[in-house]
């Protein structure tokens, strides 16, 4: 149900790490192509993160993270460009059940609605932790609405948890090995607060996928391995 794509960021050298993932080496053109991506993805049902917001162009020195210093309209007019474009123009049209009537509807709306950021700083601050792009571009200036999650990161602790959660993140994805980090401040009224609003955020980006798409009011949604899995695994041993 999700994609951890389209990537949005600059060419920089054909030698740079994941170029091939990225649209172009314009602003305008990665923009409008990644916008016409997710829309098309979200008519299907589809979440897409796009990635990674913003700045990072190279694949090493990931962690510890490379710091970026450049002018705001540098940042504004060529990094955040093909984002916001992306962000503000996708639209998609999802499926639902009107809980009134029970008649199936269809609702146009904002299909970017789930970020990664870059696994690099603005200046001295984890994207993930700049209260300034999250919270006041994002978030703030640009009007979303969704979920954001960092990227793969292999030396956060709780302290940088809780620094994401207060600067507009969502969620910090852990390594698929190793100690997961959870927040340290689970207590206090401003962290139930943001923890609150994270949950509504990620509940949000999937609410509006094919997720819950057509499913009627009051239904209790049921995990289960499906039975080609079950049939697959036991022919496996």
């Known amino acids: 149900n999700g994609w951890y794509a389209p990537g949005l960021n600059l060419h920089r050298s054909p030698f740079g790490g994941r170029v091939s993932e990225y649209f172009s080496e314009d602003s305008l053109l990665a923009g409008c192509l990644g916008a016409q991506t997710v829309s098309g993805a979200g008519d299907a049902g589809l979440y897409c993160s796009v990635k990674h917001l913003v700045l990072i162009d190279s694949e090493g020195h990931r962690n510890p993270h490379t710091a970026v210093w450049l002018t705001e309209q540098a940042l504004r007019e060529v990094y955040l460009r093909p984002f916001e474009i992306a962000l503000k123009t996708a639209m998609k049209t999802i499926r639902y059940t009107d809980a009134e009537t029970g008649a199936a509807k269809l609702k146009t709306m904002r299909a970017g609605d789930f970020i990664m950021t870059g696994d690099c700083a603005v200046g001295t601050y984890w994207t993930s932790t700049c209260y300034e792009l999250l919270n006041g571009v994002v978030r703030g200036e640009w009007g979303f609405q969704g979920f954001i999650i960092s990227d793969i990161n292999l030396n956060a602790?709780?302290?940088?948890?809780?620094?994401?959660?207060?600067?507009?993140?969502?969620?910090?994805?852990?390594?698929?090995?190793g100690k997961r980090v959870n927040v340290q401040d689970a207590a206090s009224?401003?962290?139930?607060?943001?923890?609150?609003?994270?949950?509504?955020?990620?509940?949000y980006t999937l609410v509006n996928s094919n997720v819950m798409q057509g499913v009627p009011p009051g239904s209790v949604v049921h995990y289960a391995a499906a039975p080609w899995k079950v049939g697959l695994t036991v022919f496996d041993v």
């Open 157 to 177: 602790n709780p302290n940088r948890v809780d620094m994401l959660l207060r600067s507009g993140s969502d969620a910090l994805m852990s390594p698929p090995y």
């Open 189 to 203: 009224p401003t962290a139930v607060s943001l923890l609150r609003r994270a949950v509504k955020n990620i509940c």
